[in-house]
């Protein structure tokens, strides 16, 4: 049994891109933890393709799955250490969580405030492919546009906000104007009632269904976006693609996050080969930056009947990286309406 | 005045890009200091750029220059107002500095022996466009490494190093082989040196001018590379192609560092298009990672007589981004011989 085998097998059995490294990846994970959940998390590989190899790994008594855990055979790690597979380690810093940036700049009482705001926020929903983050990451966010010069002084556009980063940038009084685009209606109203109850009058709550193109009164307005785009590449895209639109020109910058669970490395290539062709840069990448508390529909994702050990999570998993991106060469992009199902591609199927 | 009207006057004097938000970038710096090292470092933009505006700014009244200290003058103040341009705000998180990984995780013993072994290195000469990063750069490099499942049982090349990192690496006993390739005699014995003293027999070091192509024996021969490229353009891709042509294939990974102070966000595009046309998939761009201790030449350097105030920095204010990038599709890079000065363009010339 070789690594290269395995990869082989994959590569057979799954339509989707399988990185080089996605063998090696899920058995450093293994070697680490026996939950399904951390194993997800750090492997790095698409639940699509981990799960299938967990299952090969099983079939040739590797693994064992047993009581809700998964655990690797004798035989699975003498593969290890005849490949000198070690461990995953996590080396990340304990006071920023590997974030960068220290959310205290913001001041105790924004902090304190936006927690009290978000402990009332509406439930993730499925139909919109909903799943929040923490409030430490929604926070930290911030706290990465202030340090940028991302926030005073700016016109900010998020667009889909069920992490309510337009909430956490208000109450900061730095923006010259925040607004949040969302297609629901519970959201809306939530928004909206907090603008009223805190007097955040740089506030304002707009819905729309981003399938749709932007209101003109959008376009070309403002100076940042921030969006959290569901992760096919058409719906990536199309997220992205209406984020540049809201701004000015060059000069303006741009922020999303994007996992490994439900992109491919390959996918992300191709996401950094469009940003590049839309006139951007990259100024940042921030690995696991954004962390997702667990949504009440797990069972109903496409991906739950993939798993080999039906199990819930115990802590957060599902995390992604936050990019940072700047336009210097603003191109026109295309004001269409985009049809059907734009959640879904053979690699995004998580939430 | 607008900061239009000084972007475009700032076009006209320079033969290099001037990225959209220069202008705002050195206004947020100068509110929040007046010594020239740490409005090059807050800015983040390119030293080229940065002297020529300042310079403009002088011609205007914006600044003014006194004392060995550069400072807005009301009008300044006033500009900065009408524009809400606020001081730049560090917001990083103290206990890593921004970097995402604690270097505990090597453990005392590997961070105490390092230390201890830095303390004698070879000062940094300009002839080779040296510069040495701090201490914990160093060993942060190699955390971010172990994290990333890059260190242990692998066969690491780095190419040019002054800053040890091939020593930090070997020290935690866990790559297969780590192969230093320098030009420096001072070097090259130094790393041999330590290799006798602490019984390192995973380290080797090669003497190598990396305008000649790479020793066959290195060809495709290990797993990860790390570089600290000089930052003209083409000199920027002698260094990352002999990288990529170090490593196995697909799978493999590779380190790098780059300014914001020689190397405009135009230029950092075209790199990006570079790297993604090579094969390569960039997974991290982690900012200011990179602390370089301040090297004897300063007053040497090309871009000197550019400062509008010569004085001497304070503290650490050249810092460079970590990069890494995994290689996806290996394509065939040449293996060529690179003659004359590939240290220089119009944006790099600090060091």
New interface residues.
Partial sequence: MTLGYLHNELLKRLRVYV???DV??TL?ALRSSDHIWEIVERSQVPMRVLCTLLELLNEHGLVDVFNGSIKLTELGERLCEE????P?????????D?????IN??GSSVIEEFKRISSERPEAIQEYDQGFVTDETTLARV??M??R?DL??KEIAVIGDDDLVSIACALTG?P?RVVALDIDERLISFIGSVRERYGLSNLSVVRHDLREPLPDWMVGAFDVFFTDPTESFIGFKVFVERGLQCLK???CSGYFGLTHVESS??K??NI??FL?ESG????????MFNHYVNWGYIERMRSWCWLPVKVHPKGTWYKS?LYRI???EPIELPKVRYDGNIFEDEEAATT
Same sequence: chains 1, 2.
Avoid: Y
């Avoid at 490949?83 to 070690?86: F, G, L, Y």
């Avoid at 590997?98 to 220290?102: F, L």
């Fill in positions: 990185a080089p490294r090696e990846r450093m490949n000198d597979i070690a995953f380690t996590s080396a990340l810093c304990k006071s920023c590997g974030r960068t940036v220290d700049a913001l706290t990465f202030l340090h010069g005073h002084g730095k010259k020109g060059a000069g490395l390959n992300w290539r950094q080969r590049l951007a840069v990259i100024t940042d990448i921030v690995d990286s700047e336009w210097l």
